[in-house]
């Protein structure tokens, strides 16, 4: 049974085609609503999902999937369009890219809670989100290129700050 979080869930990486499609027609208004919708399901499916009960493994790993694909499908989606042509936004894109791989690889054969996700996890991705946004309008690029560096600090701030290694980055 597909249940609502689940929806919100499998809506997000849904979105990156119309997204795409918004993007290539030259409706950058249209874009960023998309993807701001998309990012606001991350938290809408985990709250109806704590709401009424509905927390799976699977509804997690899904989540923590589609969270990567947005990103890097938006990053991708960016490259296209020319957005991330200037070294001050490929750079951190890719870190950001390299790093979404790594931990859904490392959750995904991890036990189960092992890489929680952490207030700078959440931090971070909201972060990233709004540079995302951000980058898909483009008088806002350079704030959206900022913010993508400001991901990469807080992702280095994340696994600096624990000592026992990058549990709650993600």
Do not use: N, S
């Not at 997690?60 to 991708?76: R, S």
């Not at 950001?96 to 890489?115: C, D, K, Q, S, T």
């Amino acid at each position: 049974m597909l249940t609502l979080p689940m929806a919100l869930t499998l809506a997000r990486p849904a979105l990156l085609a119309p997204i795409g499609a918004a993007l290539a027609a030259g409706w950058d208004a249209a874009a960023v609503a998309l993807f701001a919708i998309a990012a606001l399901t991350d938290w809408a499916d985990g709250w109806a999902a704590r709401r009424w009960g509905l927390v799976t493994r699977a509804g997690a790993m899904a989540d923590h999937a589609a969270d990567k694909v947005l990103v890097v499908g938006a990053l991708l989606l960016l490259a296209w369009a020319g957005r991330l042509e200037a070294l001050y936004a490929i750079a951190p894109a890719v870190i950001i890219a390299a790093r979404e791989f790594a931990v859904l690889a490392l959750r995904a054969y991890a036990p189960a809670g092992a890489v929680p996700v952490g207030p700078w996890g959440k931090a971070k991705t909201a972060v990233q989100m709004a540079a995302l946004a951000a980058l898909f309008w483009p008088p806002l690029a350079p704030a959206g290129a900022a913010l993508l560096w400001a991901a990469r600090a807080a992702i280095c701030t994340a696994v600096l700050a624990l000592p026992q290694g990058p549990t709650g980055t993600a």
